[in-house]
């Protein structure tokens, strides 16, 4: 009787410890992804304006590291991609609609389209591209934007202006992905204001 009752015990010890092990090797439940957009400008500075030239913006060219369904970090030469905080949509597309947002908001008179245009392109008084190098938080705890851009005649090919901006906005600390993807708006607002003069005094 004391021989059974010892094997019983063991028995379920032993069950009781596969169950463990089991448990243990269950896969673990994942965060869920969140996703995130680029804003543009909350003032319209060109509310009641009568449209005089229609711009045309993009492309906008981005590095091929940027192109990721994840946000993207730096620190130092290494890349790191969120798992878990993605892109709504494409980066690019996403920074050529906020670019073309801004630029409404900001030449009064100007109407926006974004590449690719529903229009031909002897229809556009003016052709705007975008070449981002850099666009990401580094370790620093600051947003870079490294850019430049050409401005062109609707039909011709010839570059009517361009230039170049490097801008950095401060990330605050402990905030994940939702202040970074705020001071890449607030970078891209930047720049935006940057064309925005250079054009307004063309």
């Known amino acids: 009787m004391s021989d059974r009752g010892g094997r019983s015990r063991a028995a379920l010890t032993l069950v009781a410890a596969l169950a463990i092990v089991g448990a243990c090797r269950l896969p673990r439940e994942s965060p869920p992804s969140r996703y995130w957009m680029l804003t543009p400008l909350d003032v319209d500075v060109s509310a009641g304006a009568h449209a005089e ?4 913006v993009g492309p906008t060219e981005l590095p091929s590291y940027l192109d990721r369904a994840g946000v993207v970090t730096r ?12 892109w709504g949509q494409p980066l690019a597309e996403t920074v050529t609609q906020v670019l073309g947002t801004n630029l409404e908001r900001l030449l009064p008179g100007t109407t926006v389209e974004l590449f690719p245009w529903k229009v031909a392109t002897r229809d556009l008084d003016r052709r705007l591209a975008i070449q981002v190098e850099r666009f990401e938080a580094d370790a620093d705890g600051a947003v870079h934007l490294d850019a430049s851009w050409d401005l062109r005649s609707g039909a011709a090919a010839q570059v009517l202006s361009s230039g170049r901006a490097s801008i950095r906005e401060t990330v605050p600390e402990g905030g994940g992905a939702e202040p970074v993807v705020a001071a890449m708006s607030r970078a891209l607002a930047q720049l935006s204001r940057e064309i925005a003069s250079q054009m307004a005094a063309k």
């Open 53 to 56: 030239r229609t711009l045309g």
């Open 75 to 86: 620190s130092g030469a290494r890349l790191d991609v969120a798992p878990y905080d993605l």
